[in-house]
């Protein structure tokens, strides 16, 4: 399964992905962790993750007790799930119904729309062999050390920052089938990883 698996209405991009997560919140009190897999489909890798490192980027929601943890979680089944070739996510109940205030959701989406239109303009199609199968699954074990890795990254001031740049950069590239910001967010992993084994240690 790869990028190209997701269905066709998948969104290619930031602003896309922001739409679709607007209009699935805009009616509802609380949004859960189930009311946004469903928006975006659940064999779409990319906007997962992009979603994934939003959760722990956008300062109004980052803040939530436990919410980091909960999208390590999610990332590290996703990416093992992926790794094993499955042709759709499986999430369990526990992590699905957890949610948030619709409001605080909405402001974060609204935080994060300026950047958006910005991202968009520098995404291009290129080094598409980057994201083949194989490439794909390369993406889900950089998922996996980071998933790992951000429990121990509490104790190293803004290394979950800077893992949540990467899960977004992998989402972003998956989304946009840019290959180059493939390449950069596995070069932001490494560089968090050793930054934080190198703190720890």
């Not at 977004?168 to 990883?193: C, H, I, Y």
Request: charged share 15%.
């Amino acid at each position: 399964m790869t990028s190209n698996d997701a269905p066709t209405d998948s969104p290619k991009n930031f602003e896309a992905l922001l739409d679709l997560l607007e209009e699935m919140s805009a009616e509802r009190d609380e949004v859960s962790i189930d009311n946004i897999v469903e928006a975006v489909g659940r064999r779409s890798f990319g906007p997962l993750l992009l979603v994934a490192g939003l959760l722990t980027l956008a300062p109004v929601i980052s803040g939530i007790p436990g919410l980091p943890t909960l999208a390590a979680a999610i990332i590290l089944l996703v990416s093992v799930q992926l790794l094993m070739a499955r042709d759709h996510f499986w999430l369990p109940k526990l992590m699905l119904n957890r949610s948030i205030a619709s409001d605080k959701f909405t402001k974060a989406l609204g935080w994060m729309r300026k950047p958006a239109r910005g991202i968009d303009y520098l995404l291009k199609n290129r080094l598409v062999w980057m994201l083949s199968h194989k490439g794909v699954r390369i993406v889900a074990i950089f998922c996996v050390l980071i998933a790992l890795a951000m429990p121990p990254m509490e104790l190293v001031p803004f290394s979950a920052n800077a893992a949540g740049l990467a899960l977004a950069l992998f989402g972003l590239g998956l989304m946009a089938k840019d290959g180059l910001l493939v390449m950069v967010a596995m070069l932001v992993t490494l560089s968090t990883l050793v930054l934080v084994f190198n703190q720890l240690v």
